[in-house]
């Protein structure tokens, strides 16, 4: 199992990624979950199976304050508990019929989910304006080798661009994969996200080359 550079807490998505009444994929050392913004806005983070048929929630979509399973509809709220089986129309779901969730924050506009029971909130990470999020086909270690620098305990490891410093925020993700989060320093311009952008994707490519050389 990938270790988690953050502590408790894993950085599964920027916030500006998950718009209100909106559900999407996203993994933390404890699996796979569906992360969903309900239409008022609360964020959940929710088990990705739904457990009438194992059908990945993730898949599904959100209606007000609810997740609903693509396949037969089975809502679920917030705290887990089924809420409507289409069906059923007239059933009231038993409190035994539920999603395990996890707790979730929203800080420095990145959304932090919890595994395990979290000893404190995440990491502030104050002067840090997410930017994008990519995928990297390489583990955090091969990442820190070729960025040239070892993470933070927040989970941060800093490289240069052509604009400037760029902090980027590690997760590590399934299969050896590493979810980056492009984070800039300051209330930077459009040139700077682009120059921060680049950096992003070239480290990209010399860590999943070095992963595959040390593959070899």
């Keep these: 199992m990938p270790s988690d550079t953050t502590g408790?807490?894993?950085?599964?998505?920027?916030?500006?990624?998950?718009?209100?009444?909106?559900?999407?994929?996203?993994?933390?050392?404890?699996?796979?979950?569906?992360?969903?913004?309900?239409?008022?806005?609360?964020?959940?983070?929710?088990?990705?199976?739904?457990?009438?048929?194992?059908?990945?929630?993730?898949?599904?979509?959100?209606?007000?304050e609810a997740l609903s399973c693509i396949y037969h509809g089975w809502s679920y709220g917030q705290a887990g508990n089924c809420l409507r089986i289409p069906a059923h129309p007239g059933l009231m779901p038993p409190e035994t019929i539920r999603v395990a969730t996890h707790d979730v924050e929203e800080a420095g506009s990145v959304i932090w989910v919890a595994v395990g029971t979290p000893t404190s909130k995440p990491p502030r990470l104050d002067g840090l304006i997410p930017l994008r999020s990519l995928t990297a086909f390489a583990g955090i270690a091969t990442i820190e080798a070729a960025a040239g620098g070892k993470t933070s305990p927040d989970g941060l490891v800093e490289i240069d661009a052509s604009t400037g410093?760029?902090?980027?925020?590690?997760?590590?993700?399934?299969?050896?994969?590493?979810?980056?989060?492009?984070?800039?320093?300051?209330?930077?311009?459009?040139?700077?996200?682009?120059?921060?952008?680049?950096?992003?994707?070239?480290?990209?490519?010399?860590?999943?080359?070095?992963?595959?050389?040390?593959?070899q």
């Design 165 to 215: 410093a760029v902090c980027l925020l590690l997760s590590a993700q399934e299969d050896g994969q590493t979810l980056i989060h492009v984070l800039l320093k300051g209330d930077a311009g459009f040139a700077a996200g682009i120059g921060a952008s680049r950096a992003a994707e070239s480290l990209r490519r010399r860590a999943e080359d070095l992963q595959r050389k040390i593959a």
């Design 8 to 64: 408790f807490w894993t950085p599964v998505a920027l916030s500006r990624d998950l718009p209100a009444g909106t559900v999407m994929p996203a993994w933390t050392a404890a699996g796979s979950i569906a992360l969903w913004r309900s239409a008022s806005g609360r964020i959940s983070a929710s088990a990705d199976r739904c457990p009438h048929r194992g059908m990945r929630l993730s898949h599904g979509f959100v209606r007000g």
